[in-house]
């Protein structure tokens, strides 16, 4: 079946350093891969998606392409801020079926 | 963007009562909405699909008679744990599909219903 693998966490980083989530999958096709965030006590909320092979997803600040070749996702973002701690979930569904699979989520915490 | 929403956000019940949480999409409309559930620090895991008008389809394990779903609108779902015991104490999460998606598979999520079985 289909999974999602993340790097395991918790991560911590120092505010203003780089981060990387790596993420990688397994699918049978290709399908639509996505990075929600969940802060403390709340739901889930889109942070991007891409939808075919060398798409790039970007929002405020973060950014993952997607590469078929190495079936990978991974989440950057250049510059932490403090209001970036929160859990990462790396994410896949396909058009007609819309459920998603998501990965074991990454608890990212920055200290100022 | 979307916007779903679920009440109540938290409740506290006694072991054996039922509880119903409502998961509504407030400004599009869903053919299909997905109920997850989550435990502390882990991933969510798929409960069921629920569809406007027909029956829902239960993930592997999920027990339908404990967890009834019912998908009876475009912009309503409801989940009600039956009989509920406290290992039923988690984080229900519900998503909604748009109607006409125009072939995107973005979900939209709710908040989340804290469930807490005493």
Known sequence: GDSVTQMEGPVTLSEEAFLTINCTYTATGYPSLFWYVQYPGEGLQLLLKATKADDKGSNKGFEATYRKETTSFHLEKGSVQVSDSAVYFCALSFTNAGKSTFGDGTTLTVKP | ?118
């Open chain 2, 1 to 118: 963007g979307a916007v779903v929403s679920q009440h109540p956000s938290r409740v506290i019940c006694k072991s054996g009562t039922s509880v119903k949480i409502e998961c509504r999409s407030l400004d599009f409309q869903a053919t299909t909405m997905f109920w997850y559930r989550q435990f502390p620090k882990q991933s969510l895991m798929l409960m069921a699909t629920s569809n406007e008008g027909s029956k829902a389809t239960y993930e592997q394990g999920v027990e339908k008679d404990k967890f009834l779903i019912n998908h009876a609108s475009l912009t309503l779902s409801t989940l009600t744990v039956t009989s509920a015991h406290p290992e039923d104490s988690s984080f229900y999460i519900c998503s909604a599909r748009e109607l006409w998606g125009g072939g995107t598979d973005t979900q939209y999520f709710g908040p989340g219903t804290r469930l807490t079985v005493l």
